[in-house]
């Protein structure tokens, strides 16, 4: 069967028709707007099986139908309850290619494939290849899926690496996401289900603070919230927030310079280093290895319209503070239910286990405390059995090609003149460094100390390295 009759088949078993009679069908130009948001969407579920990504929530619709490589018919719930009760290990997870093709303005056809690479309960592991067709249906001005059609072929017939398709050229790509080294979503979760209607105004407190702040004030980039500002000095105005439009500094990274997984710790940082990085931020020599990551695009905009007189005032004042350490490192083969939720990972409190896979799983230990932004926020980071160990052994180099980490990053991963202090920071956004670096998103002067050592580096190896290197005491 063809993979046209087959999209039709998916419409009619969804109980949508078939596309209209002299309806004309288009192949999605690869940088359209439709094309990059479904490909993006596609590339995700593809990612889930890895990930734990509860990104079928979003993108089933609640009328879908899919059918499985054996045939069986699930729906949106059954495919929410499959994912919740994995127990099965994967790595390698990533979508091969796919097209797009439009039928009007509202509806869409996907052809794609996608492999994984699953362990057995012996240890053994065995690739998965599966060509499948999606439909979509615009409804409300949302994309949704409505119906699939799995089939699963040997790794050998359909390929294992991305490939031009012969339906059409050119085909439509996730870009850096496509091919042998894929985005690793987990690193950079989503900000997740819209939360209900709540009343901005209400005043919020924390236990330990006298100060009160409402939901409007804390969701304000402009200003930054201060729970306890007698742990720092006076914040200089572009690090507080001025009453006007630009972000404050102090918003995201928080006033005492501590950060969150999602964004980098600046307490303690030279002050030459961190205007450097805004410069080259800037410039466009670095830049966000997912460009769907909202807090790393919004600091490349935050770097484009802050003037040089404020970077060198932030810089100065969180060069001058001490970071203190919030993050444990827990090495565990089953993890809670990780849910994406504000750019971190809450987790299931009912005792729902899901295997942590080839990743690291990090977030706050109190939801209700990351949400206020609390700069007392505690927070454990997953990580592989043997982890630590492993990222300690890579640490020390390998006595030709990689020195050890304290050449530039001092004794402990403290910090020196040429290497910033690195011990004790966020797991993930450890990771998500490496990988920059090894992507070649992240460039400039400092990059080029980085780039021959992480050149070698397995995914696996930089999982490693951000675990042990969070492992430290700063």
């Known amino acids: 069967m063809t993979a046209d009759r087959l999209a039709i088949l998916a419409l009619v078993l969804a109980g949508v028709g078939a596309p209209a009679h002299g309806q004309q069908a288009q192949w999605a130009a690869a940088d359209s707007e439709t094309a990059k948001l479904i490909v993006d969407a596609e590339r995700r579920w593809a990612e889930a099986a890895c990930t734990y990504d509860r990104v079928t929530q979003s993108i089933l619709a609640e009328d879908f139908q899919g059918t499985s490589p054996d045939g069986k018919r699930y729906t949106k719930s059954d495919e929410a309850a499959s994912a919740a009760a994995s127990s099965t290990v994967a790595r390698d997870c990533r979508l091969l290619d796919a097209s797009v093709r439009l039928f009007g303005d509202d509806l869409a056809m996907v052809y794609g494939r996608e492999r994984s690479v699953r362990r057995a309960s012996d240890g053994s592991e065995r690739a998965r290849c599966l060509i499948w067709t999606d439909t979509w249906l615009k409804r409300s001005g949302k994309w949704q899926i409505i119906a699939a059609q799995d089939t699963q072929l040997g790794c050998d017939v359909i390929g294992s690496t991305a490939s031009t398709s012969p339906r059409a050229a ?109 410069s080259d931020m800037r410039s466009g020599a670095r830049r966000v290895a997912d460009a769907h990551f909202v807090p790393g695009g919004h600091m490349l905009e935050v770097a484009r319209v802050t003037s040089a007189t404020d970077v060198e005032a932030a810089a100065r004042y969180f060069s001058g503070l001490r970071y203190t350490k919030r993050v444990k490192v827990t090495e565990t083969d089953r993890i809670p239910r990780a849910i994406p939720h504000d750019y971190v990972y809450y987790f299931d409190k009912g005792g729902v286990t899901v295997p942590i896979g080839e990743r690291i799983v990090e977030g706050p230990d109190d939801p209700e405390r990351f949400k206020l932004r609390d700069p007392r926020t505690t927070y454990t980071a997953y990580v592989p059995v043997g982890s630590i160990a492993r990222g300690a052994a890579l640490a020390r180099g390998d006595g030709s090609t990689r020195p050890p980490c304290a050449v530039c990053h001092g004794p402990a991963l403290r910090g020196t003149s040429v290497g910033p202090p690195i011990a004790g920071h966020f797991a993930t956004f450890i990771f998500r460094q490496l990988y920059a670096f090894k992507s070649g998103t992240r460039n400039g002067s400092y990059a080029t100390l980085m780039k021959p050592i992480v050149a070698d580096l397995s995914r696996r190896d930089m999982i490693d390295l951000a675990a042990y290197i969070s492992s430290l005491t700063p």
Do not use: K
């Open 170 to 278: 050119p085909q439509p790509r996730s870009s850096e996401r496509s091919g042998l080294t894929p985005v690793p979503l987990w690193a950079f979760p989503v900000e997740g289900e819209l939360t209900p209607a709540i009343d901005l105004q209400t005043q919020q407190r924390l236990p330990e603070s006298r100060r009160t702040f409402t939901l409007a004030q804390l969701a304000d980039n402009t200003a930054a919230a201060d729970w306890f500002p007698h742990e720092h000095p006076s914040m200089p105005t572009v690090v507080r927030g001025g009453g006007g439009r630009a972000p404050a500094c102090g918003y995201c990274h928080l006033p005492g310079g501590v950060g969150r997984p999602e964004n980098a710790i600046l307490a303690g940082m030279p002050s030459s280093y961190i205007s450097r990085q805004v």
